[in-house]
């Protein structure tokens, strides 16, 4: 069989950003990314959806304002929200609304009554991402979600999913201090389902497993060697027993690119502790792989920024899911950048023997 359509070469060598550990050393967050981060949970009811009524400049910012009551700085009857929990509630009501934070519950501040600060809190056009940032908060405490988690290393962090109960999946850049450095750094301890204070279930680093040949300094600046770009770790307690794991796809690359030509590879989901939500699990769902390199990477279009490193892109099959590729950098295209996943043939075989090997 030969190259399907969405098979392509690659340049020998081209400018990309790798998406790096998120470092506790000098990491600057990226503070304007969080507001952007949309929260599975609407606001409830329809009033959500109405306009408001309110003419008090003060409306909902937390404070009753009508005389009597509060305040006294806004007309009887035009506070209800906040002086009696009533009325109607448009998005952007809030008086916190429209201030470049997020102000909703779960998702921000928490100054804000959900779904009054659209704005700020709901998925909108972004400079880090190619279009919207369509990422959204997931609960860690349930499949698919718990299975990935925050692997830890000595400077930072990367993302990693459990594909065994004592193996981790995730990236090989992750395991070294710079981005164009050959410094080893070990990595320490896997969390899985991380959500804030709660987690699902953590490991021990025991072992770390690098393809040969993967040089982190040569990564850095050339593209031939993209598809080494992959690790697994081993756990100290098999806790995959209780967060569950995924499979890693055993479809060769005539076979992925067979789904890609057949439109099967358009609806993946990717999700991963990024650098503006460290400790909270962050998901894409719905992106799509959008072209395939002979090398066994993919461009994509999912969302991710540092600390997504080693995030899965799955998708379900049967009664579980299964891992087609991992995150790995991106590469600038014009205004915009296209972001690159190692495909799960490359690393598939290295996985089955781990599983025979690993009890």
């Not at 993302?159 to 995730?170: D, E, K, Q, W």
């Not at 990024?274 to 002979?294: I, K, M, N, P, Y």
């Not at 009664?319 to 490359?346: C, K, L, T, W």
């Amino acid at each position: 069989m030969g190259p399907a359509r969405g098979w392509a070469g690659k340049a020998e060598a081209r400018p990309r950003r790798r998406f790096d550990a998120a470092r506790r050393a000098g990491l600057v967050v990226v503070a304007w990314l969080a507001p952007f981060l949309a929260s599975p949970a609407s606001a409830q009811g329809a009033s959500a959806a109405l306009e408001s009524r309110e003419v008090c400049p003060y409306a909902v910012d937390g404070e009753c304002d009508e005389p009597g009551i509060g305040t006294g700085v806004c007309p009887a009857g035009s506070d209800a929200w906040d002086c009696r929990r009533q009325g109607p509630l448009a998005a952007n009501a809030c008086y916190h609304a429209r201030d470049g934070q997020c102000d909703e519950p779960g998702t921000g501040t928490g100054l804000c009554p959900p779904g009054t600060d659209t704005k700020d809190c709901r998925g909108r056009p972004s400079p880090a991402f190619s279009g919207r940032d369509d990422r959204v908060f997931v609960d860690t405490l349930r499949a698919p979600w718990s299975s990935i988690g925050r692997l830890e290393t000595e400077t930072g962090h990367c993302s990693g999913v459990l594909v065994a109960p004592h193996i981790v999946l995730t990236a090989a850049h992750c395991f070294f201090d710079e981005e164009n450095s050959n410094v080893r750094e070990r990595a320490l301890v896997f969390v899985a389902g991380l959500d804030g204070p709660r987690e699902v279930a953590r490991s021990a680093v025991v072992r770390e497993i690098l393809p040969d040949g993967f040089d982190n300094a040569r990564h850095a600046e050339t593209s031939a060697i993209d598809g080494l770009d992959w690790a697994f770790v081993v756990l100290a307690d098999p806790i995959g027993d209780i967060a569950g794991f995924m499979r890693v796809d055993p479809g060769s690359a005539q076979d992925l690119a067979r789904r890609f030509d057949e439109g099967l590879l358009a609806a993946l989901s990717q999700a991963g502790y990024s650098a503006d939500s460290q400790s909270r699990l962050t998901a894409h769902e719905g992106c799509a792989v959008l072209r395939l390199f002979e090398d066994g990477t993919f461009f994509h279009d999912c969302d991710a920024i540092d600390g997504d490193s080693g995030s899965p892109l799955f998708v379900p099959e049967g009664d579980g899911f299964v891992v087609v590729g991992i995150m790995s950098a991106s590469y600038p295209d014009g205004d915009g950048q296209n972001e690159m996943a190692v495909s799960a043939h490359r690393f598939y075989d290295a996985w089955r023997d781990l599983l025979k090997e690993v009890r």
